[in-house]
């Protein structure tokens, strides 16, 4: 299984970025949950949101009302889409997959956010 992650970058304060991870490789493979970590600067990697295949949704406070995750099974995809971004979002964001043989983790996507 392997993720590919896209759609980071660098955005001033207030606007607007969608992160996208595609997972590959899924053969004889069932995807559970999926969700979106973040490391920020001298942090540890937290929980930003998860997703169940039911599409249950589940957010880190800090980012409930602004942030939205969605998934597309068809396409063994999670997607997040991030408002009203602040300074403080900034990091190095993670797409995580549950599945059947274990987690996979994403290469990671750098954002950056500008006051």
């Known amino acids: 299984v392997q993720l590919v992650e896209s759609g980071g970058g660098l955005v001033q304060a207030g606007g607007s970025l969608r992160l996208s991870c595609a997972a590959s490789?899924?053969?004889?493979?069932?995807?559970?949950?999926m969700g979106w970590y973040r490391q920020g600067p001298g942090k540890q990697r937290e929980l930003v949101a998860d997703i169940t295949r039911a599409a249950s949704t589940n957010y880190a406070d800090s980012v409930r009302g602004r942030f939205t995750i969605s998934r597309d099974n068809a396409k063994n995809t999670v997607y997040l889409q991030m408002n009203s971004l602040k300074p403080e979002d900034r990091g190095i964001y993670y797409c995580?997959?549950?599945?059947?043989?274990?987690?996979?983790w994403g290469q990671g996507t750098q954002v950056t956010v500008s006051p």
């Open positions: 490789g899924i053969v004889f493979v069932v995807i559970s949950n």
């Open positions: 995580k997959v549950d599945t059947s043989r274990g987690p996979y």
